[in-house]
C-alpha cells in the first residue's frame, strides 16, 4: 500500500529516486555488517534450519534457529489494559511563566527548557484499532527534568467517568468489547456501556464531552490536554495552591464529522499516527501551551462543586488559565515498541514543586500506574529501559529483580551505613529532597463519599448549555448512534432519564431520533451505584445548582476563545481534482500560493501517473479515486477544462468524493468547468450548492480572488451551518 497524501516518500520522490538508493533509504541497523546471533556469533545460513538430511527431520541441536524463534515467540508484551494505541514523540518543553512564587519546579521556571515525550492514545480499542474512534485521547507527557522524570498524565477531556478510582474496572470492562463475543472493538455504542452509564450519574458529565467533537479530533495537533485532577503547586516557602493543569494547542481545536470519522477508519486507520508522524518529519512542529488555573489554598471551598471531584472542572470564567510554558514536538521515535510501547507513566513520577491532592480518582491512579508498568514491562527495573531513564542521576539502594542493567559497584547495599559514610545521603529540601506537602488529615476511617460530590448533573448542563447550535445537534445525532446500537430498549430509557436531568430538550431531541418519548422517573433511583447500608439519599444527585450557566471555553466552534484568531491554513491537506483536459493554465500558481500559506496539496484524478492538460502540459497526479477519499482532506478544489469535467462527472467515485466533503460541511471551490462537477453532486436539500456557505466558485480559471477567498474558508475549518440547514436532529 503506498504511503497516504502526508507520508515521508511521495509519489514523485518514488519516480525521482533512483531504485537503488531507494533501497538503501530503508537500510539502517546492520547496514554493511555480518549477520550474527545475540551472542555476536556470525551467521552463514539463516535461511535453513539444521536438519538430519536435505528433506529430513529438523534437529534439536539447532541453536540458532531456536534463538530465533524463541525471540520471535516473545516479541510482544501485554498491551496496556487501557490507552493501548498510542503514537508519541519527542519534543521539548521551555518554561516562560512567571512562577516562582508558586512553585519551586525547577523546570517550571523561566527560561529552563526541558526535554519531553509526549503519547497520544485512545482508551477503549486495542493495539491494532482505529484512530478515528469516538473516544477520549490519552495525553501523556514525560518530562526528564532536572530533579528527576515528572509525568503528567492527562486526557484530552477535563473530566472524567468516576469520582473514585475504585469504579476503574467497573468502568473500563463496561466500555471494553463484551466478555463474551469481544465485541465492539474500540466503541461505546454497546449495551454494557450504557447500562454503567445510565446506573452511575456521576457519568453523566463525562458523556456529553465524549458524545460531543472533542472526541473525535481532527488532528492529534489539534486538540487540548488536561491533567484532570486538582494537584498542588508548592513553593521555596512550602506554600500551596491547588492547580489544574492545560495543553492549549497553537493551532487550536478541531474535529471532524462523525462520519467522516467512521469513513476515515475505513481508509487509513493510522490518520492521526501518520498526521502526526509525518508533519513531524517535514517540520510542521506541533506546540501546545502549558497553562495553570491556580486556586490558593484557603480558597478550597469557594466553589459550588468540590474540587477534589473530578467528574468537575474548574470553569475559566472562575480562575482564568496562565500560559507558562511551551511544549513542542520535533522529533519522532526510531523504534516504535523500544520508545512507545515501552514507555512506562506513572502519576507517582513528581518533582519538587508539585504534589498531589487528595481526590479519590488521583489516590487510586498512584497505585495502578506502577502495578500496570510491573505487568507490561516485566519487573521493577523498567526505569532502566532508554525511554524511560531519568536524566538525572540515579542512586540508591534498590538491586537485582529481571533484566537489571545497572553493575552497581561495592559491598554496600543499604541505608544507614559506615562503610560508604552513609551514602547515598537523603537530600535536604533546600537540595532538591522531595517532601510532601505538610496536611493535617483527621477524619473517622470510613468507605464513603462526600456530599460535595453528589451534585451530577449541573456541570453537564453547563457543559451542553456552552455548545454551539451545530455543536449540540452533533452531541445529539452521537447519542442516537450510539443508543440505536443498543440492543436493550430499556437501558436507551434509563440512558434518557439522565439526559433529561441534564436538559430537557437534549432529551428529547434525543428521543425523536430513537422514535421514543423522554420517560418520566418511574420510582426506580437514578443512582444504582449507592453502596449497601448507606441511605441512598446521600448518593442521590442534588438540586442543579445556578452559578456559571455558560462558559465559551467549553465550545470548539470557530469562535469560541481556543479558536478565535488562530485561523491558518498550516498543514492543512487539499485535495485537488482534475483529469485528462484540465486546464492547468494557473493552476501551479493556485497550487503554489496555498503550499506558501502552509497548506499541502495533492491531485486526486481517475487515474495514477500524469495528466494531461488542455496545453500539452503533463502534471504529476498523487491520488485515484480509488485509493484515496475526500474524508482524508481538509478542503477540495475542482479545477476547469470541459474535458477533465466530463469525466469527472462520468465517474461515480468522484461525484461521490464532492459530495462527501460537502456532506462533511468542508471547503470547496471550483473554477469555471469545475462548478458542474459541484452541481452533479448536490444531493436532496443541497441544491443551491453553489449558494452555500464556505464553497467558493469563479466563472474563470485559477483567478487570484478565487485563492484567496479559497483560503479564507479553509481558516473556518468547517461550515457546520450546511448540517443544520440540511439535515436537521
Ligand atoms: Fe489511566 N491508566 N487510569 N487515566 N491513563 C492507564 O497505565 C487508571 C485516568 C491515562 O500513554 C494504565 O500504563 C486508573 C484518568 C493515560 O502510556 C492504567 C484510573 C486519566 C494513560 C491506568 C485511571 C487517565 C493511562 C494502563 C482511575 C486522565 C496512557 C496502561 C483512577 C487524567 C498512558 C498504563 C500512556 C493508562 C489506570 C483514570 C489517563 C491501568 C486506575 C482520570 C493518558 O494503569
Redesign the pocket.
Known amino acids: 500500500m503506498p504511503d497516504k497524501p502526508l507520508g515521508k516518500q511521495t509519489h514523485e520522490d518514488a519516480v525521482s529516486t533512483p531504485k537503488t538508493e531507494q533501497l538503501a533509504q530503508h537500510t539502517e541497523d546492520g547496514y554493511g555488517q555480518p549477520l550474527t546471533s545475540n551472542q555476536g556469533l556470525r551467521i552463514n545460513n539463516d535461511q535453513d534450519s539444521l536438519k538430519g538430511g536435505e528433506r529430513g527431520p529438523t534437529l534439536l541441536e539447532d541453536f540458532l534457529f531456536r534463538e530465533k524463534m524463541t525471540h520471535f515467540d516473545h516479541e510482544r508484551i501485554p498491551e496496556?489494559?487501557?490507552?493501548?494505541r498510542?503514537v508519541?514523540a519527542h519534543g521539548v518543553f521551555e518554561a516562560y511563566g512567571n512562577v516562582s512564587h508558586l512553585t519551586k519546579a525547577h523546570f517550571l521556571q523561566p527560561g529552563v527548557q526541558t526535554p519531553v515525550f509526549t503519547?497520544?492514545?485512545t482508551?477503549a480499542g486495542s493495539r491494532g484499532a482505529s484512530d478515528l474512534a469516538r473516544d477520549?485521547?490519552?495525553?501523556?507527557v514525560k518530562f526528564y527534568t532536572q530533579e528527576g522524570v515528572y509525568d503528567l498524565?492527562?486526557?484530552n477531556m477535563p473530566v472524567?467517568f468516576?469520582q473514585?478510582?475504585i469504579?476503574?474496572?467497573d468502568?473500563?470492562h463496561a466500555v471494553k468489547p463484551e466478555p463474551h463475543n469481544e465485541i465492539p472493538q474500540g466503541a461505546s455504542a454497546h449495551d454494557t456501556f450504557y447500562d454503567f452509564i445510565s446506573a452511575n450519574p456521576e457519568s453523566t458529565h463525562m458523556l456529553l464531552w465524549a458524545m460531543s467533537d472533542r472526541a473525535l479530533p481532527r488532528s492529534l495537533r489539534m486538540m487540548e490536554g488536561?491533567?484532570?485532577?486538582t494537584f498542588r503547586l508548592v513553593n521555596a516557602e512550602g506554600k500551596w495552591s491547588f492547580v489544574k493543569f492545560h495543553w492549549k494547542p497553537k493551532l487550536g481545536a478541531h474535529s471532524v464529522a462523525w462520519d467522516e470519522a467512521q469513513q476515515i477508519s475505513g481508509k487509513d486507520q493510522d490518520f492521526h499516527r501518520r498526521d502526526l508522524w509525518a508533519n513531524i518529519e517535514m517540520g510542521n512542529y506541533p506546540e501546545w501551551e502549558l497553562g495553570v488555573q491556580v486556586v490558593p489554598e484557603e480558597d478550597e471551598h469557594k466553589f459550588d462543586f468540590d474540587l477534589l471531584d473530578?467528574t468537575k472542572l474548574i470553569p475559566e470564567e472562575l480562575v482564568p488559565v496562565q500560559a507558562i510554558g511551551k511544549m513542542t514536538l520535533n522529533r519522532n521515535v526510531d523504534n516504535y515498541f523500544a520508545e512507545t510501547e515501552q514507555?512506562?507513566?506513572?502519576l507517582s513520577h513528581i518533582v519538587p514543586g508539585i504534589d498531589f491532592s487528595n481526590d479519590p480518582?488521583?489516590q487510586?491512579?498512584l497505585?495502578?500506574?506502577l502495578?500496570?508498568?510491573l505487568k507490561?514491562l516485566g519487573g521493577p527495573n523498567f526505569h532502566e529501559i532508554p525511554i524511560n531513564r531519568s536524566l538525572a542521576p540515579v542512586h540508591n539502594n534498590q538491586r537485582d529483580g529481571h533484566m537489571r542493567q545497572t553493575i552497581n559497584k561495592g559491598q554496600v547495599a543499604y541505608g544507614v551505613n559506615q562503610l560508604n559514610d552513609n551514602y547515598p545521603r537523603q537530600a535536604p529540601q533546600s537540595e532538591g529532597g522531595f517532601s510532601t506537602v505538610y496536611e493535617r488529615v483527621e477524619g473517622p476511617k470510613i468507605r464513603r463519599r462526600s456530599k460535595s460530590f453528589m451534585d451530577h448533573y449541573s456541570q453537564a448542563r453547563l457543559f451542553w448549555n456552552s455548545q454551539s447550535d451545530a455543536e449540540k445537534t452533533h452531541i445529539v445525532k452521537a447519542l442516537r448512534f450510539e443508543l440505536a446500537h443498543v440492543q436493550v430498549a430499556y437501558l436507551r430509557e434509563r440512558t434518557l432519564l439522565q439526559l433529561a436531568q441534564v436538559d430537557h430538550d437534549l432529551a428529547s431531541r434525543v428521543a425523536k431520533g430513537l422514535g421514543m418519548e423522554v420517560p418520566t422517573t418511574d420510582g426506580k433511583p437514578l443512582n444504582l451505584g449507592v453502596p449497601a447500608d448507606v441511605n441512598p439519599d446521600d448518593y442521590q444527585s442534588g438540586p442543579a445548582k445556578t452559578g456559571t450557566t455558560s462558559s465559551p471555553h467549553l465550545s470548539i466552534a470557530a469562535d469560541s476563545p481556543i479558536n478565535k484568531g488562530k485561523g491558518s491554513l498550516k498543514t492543512r491537506q487539499i485535495a485537488i481534482l482534475a483529469t485528462d483536459g484540465a486546464d492547468v493554465t494557473g493552476l501551479g500558481d493556485l497550487i503554489k500560493e496555498l503550499m506558501e500559506q502552509g497548506a499541502q496539496t495533492a491531485i486526486v484524478a481517475t487515474h495514477l501517473g500524469t495528466l494531461k492538460g488542455t496545453d500539452g502540459q503533463e502534471i504529476l497526479i498523487n491520488w485515484t479515486f480509488q485509493s484515496t477519499s475526500s474524508a482524508l482532506f481538509d478542503a477540495v478544489y475542482v479545477a476547469g477544462g470541459g474535458r477533465s469535467v466530463q469525466a469527472l462527472k462520468q465517474d461515480a467515485d468522484a461525484v461521490r468524493f464532492v459530495n462527501e466533503a460537502f456532506h462533511h460541511c468542508k471547503p470547496l471551490a471550483a473554477s469555471a468547468e469545475g462548478v458542474e462537477l459541484l452541481q452533479a453532486a448536490a444531493y436532496p436539500g443541497a441544491e443551491n450548492i453553489l449558494q452555500a456557505d464556505g464553497v467558493v466558485t469563479s466563472t474563470d480559471q485559477h483567478t487570484t480572488s478565487i485563492v484567496s477567498k479559497f483560503a479564507e474558508a479553509i481558516k473556518q475549518h468547517r461550515f457546520w451551518s450546511r448540517e443544520l440547514q440540511a439535515m436537521p436532529a
Open positions: 496496556r489494559v487501557v490507552h493501548a498510542g508519541a503519547r497520544f492514545s482508551v477520549v485521547r490519552g495525553f501523556a498524565v492527562g486526557n472524567f468516576i473514585d478510582s469504579k476503574f474496572p468502568f473500563v488536561f491533567g484532570v485532577h473530578s514507555v512506562a507513566f506513572c480518582l488521583l487510586g491512579r497505585f495502578s500506574y502495578d500496570t508498568q507490561r
